[in-house]
């Protein structure tokens, strides 16, 4: 595990759905052309270029994973925890609105593909980032029939209990 998972694998649920409040996520400093040009490069990006050999050695890019209708429960959870690692930190390469956006939507991958997922969100805090992520403009709808699945498996109540039983795998 490198360091900035680490970093997060302790923290307590009530202080991850405050860090991943979308009603705290702003792009204020970007414009929504940037974070759409960011985005394209970020998901045309090869998972090991970014996560390293916690890849295994994958070429498939962001976009692949988030889009592959089984996708791997292994490399979504690589690729949450390096999202959820880039929401806090203000000098990281991707900007918060981003990186709190590629968290979301790597839960949204794990739900729509395998009913279930890897978080400490409570379903409402989980539904809000859901939200707010498939309301972004700037991502030109990208993943909303991910999105839109992923939330009506929360709003189903389906993988509550799953949820928190694959948190420790």
């Not at 405050?18 to 990006?45: F, I, K, T, Y």
């Not at 996708?71 to 929401?87: F, G, K, V, W």
């Not at 969100?121 to 403009?137: N, P």
Request: charged letters at 30%; one cysteine or more.
């Amino acid at each position: 595990m490198n360091d900035d998972a680490e970093r997060f694998s302790d923290t307590a649920p009530s202080r991850l759905a405050e860090l991943m409040s979308p009603r705290e996520v702003s792009g204020a400093d970007w414009s929504s052309g940037e974070l759409a040009a960011m985005l394209r490069h970020q998901l045309a990006a090869r998972l090991e270029d970014d996560l390293g050999p916690a890849a295994g050695g994958s070429s498939q890019t962001f976009r692949d994973l988030l889009t592959d209708p089984r996708p791997s429960l292994d490399r979504l959870e690589i690729a949450r925890r390096y999202a959820r690692s880039r929401c806090d930190d203000p000098d990281g390469p991707l900007p918060r609105a981003l990186a709190t956006w590629l968290y979301f939507a790597s839960i949204a991958a794990a739900l729509d593909g395998h009913g279930a997922c890897r978080t400490r969100l409570d379903d409402d805090a989980l539904r809000d980032g859901l939200t707010w992520a498939r309301e972004q403009d700037w991502t030109g709808g990208m993943l909303c029939g991910r999105f839109d699945a992923a939330l009506t498996r929360v709003g189903e109540g389906a993988g509550s209990g799953e949820r928190r039983s694959l948190i420790d795998r």
